[in-house]
């Protein structure tokens, strides 16, 4: 079953997908702000793939871009995040597929978390081509060391410390590795 298809459960401190498992938890937040504050550094025209608990979102929206372009693909998730986006001018909120929706331009930053995500190892062509020249990118990275499984140039990474509990689906450990691009 695709991850759209599934029924989420919203707790406080996470989302739950099917069997109980962790689609998003609150202990990530310190990875959002860390992301955001990477991908917003020229307060331009930011894209964000994955909405989720809107963590980022918030931190996005703190940095004073001038846009903010979200994609997302779970209907539970859409609701949320059309209430969340109300009212925001520079949110533009497009339902679908990341790798296949239309309507979306280049960007000076672009933050992909998704869960469940069938195209996942497609994302560092579709970076390439809706990156602005010298664009921030970064990514969920599953991995507890300096994996650059996407294989991009230009990669660094930043250690970020988080305070994660027991789940289902990431090694445990108090560091966390941001991958940093640039285009």
């Not at 331009?44 to 871009?65: H, K, P, S, T």
């Not at 929706?101 to 996942?120: K, P, R």
Request: net charge negative.
């Amino acid at each position: 079953m695709a991850f759209k298809d599934t029924t989420l459960v919203f707790e406080d401190t996470k989302i739950l997908g099917e069997d109980d498992i962790e689609v998003m938890m609150g202990w990530e937040s310190p990875i959002m702000e860390k992301s955001a504050k990477y991908i917003c550094q020229s307060k331009g025209d930011i894209l964000e793939i994955g909405f989720g608990m809107g963590i980022c979102a918030d931190y996005i929206q703190a940095e004073g871009v001038n846009s903010h372009t979200i994609v997302e693909i779970h209907p539970q998730i859409l609701e949320r995040l059309n209430i969340w986006a109300s009212g925001k001018s520079n949110v533009t909120v497009i339902e679908g597929d990341w790798h296949s929706v239309n309507g979306l331009s280049a960007y000076d930053g672009i933050f992909l978390d998704t869960f469940g995500d069938d195209n996942w190892s497609n994302f560092k062509t579709f970076a390439s081509s809706k990156g602005k020249s010298g664009a921030k990118i970064t990514y969920w990275n599953n991995f507890t060391s300096e994996t650059n499984e996407h294989n991009f140039d230009n990669i660094s990474f930043e250690n970020v410390s988080v305070s994660p509990v027991s789940n289902s689906y990431t090694e445990i450990s108090n560091i966390y590795y941001m991958p940093k691009v640039v285009i």
